[in-house]
């Protein structure tokens, strides 16, 4: 059984860059589309991004994050990447991995498509 590990969050401030890593034990993620959430206190979980598994990959964003965030990912590696540029503060939540069932060639905006998810990393924004 795969499991999802995500690392890299952390207090920044406004403006600044982060990338957070999700690397996969147990097996590997091929095939299979991934994807980024996250959830604010108070809040429910919400889409970031998603990826497609081949090379060539196409991806899907959200439009609070659209241009500013960049899902990637190293099959070689078993590694998921979101790298974050010019964080606000309303980015502040915890940040998930999930791994997305079905057509590992369309990427999937709805939490209810995954099968699979981390237990999250906590990304802190300060004004």
């Known amino acids: 059984q795969v499991q999802l590990i995500e690392s890299g969050g952390r207090l920044v401030q406004a403006g600044d860059s982060l990338r957070l890593l999700c690397t996969a034990s147990g097996r590997t993620l091929s095939p299979s589309a991934m994807g980024w959430f996250r959830q604010a206190p108070g809040k429910e979980r919400e889409f970031v991004a998603s990826i497609t598994y081949w090379s060539g990959s196409s991806t899907l964003y959200a439009d609070s994050v659209k241009g500013r965030f960049t899902i990637s990912r190293d099959n070689a590696k078993n590694m998921i990447y979101l790298q974050m540029n010019s964080l606000k503060p309303e980015d502040t939540a915890v940040y998930y991995c999930?791994?997305?069932?079905?057509?590992?060639?369309?990427?999937?905006?709805?939490?209810?498509?995954?099968?699979?998810w981390g237990q999250g990393t906590q990304v802190t924004v300060s004004s």
């Open positions: 999930a791994r997305k069932a079905g057509n590992p060639a369309v990427a999937g905006n709805s939490p209810r498509e995954y099968d699979t």
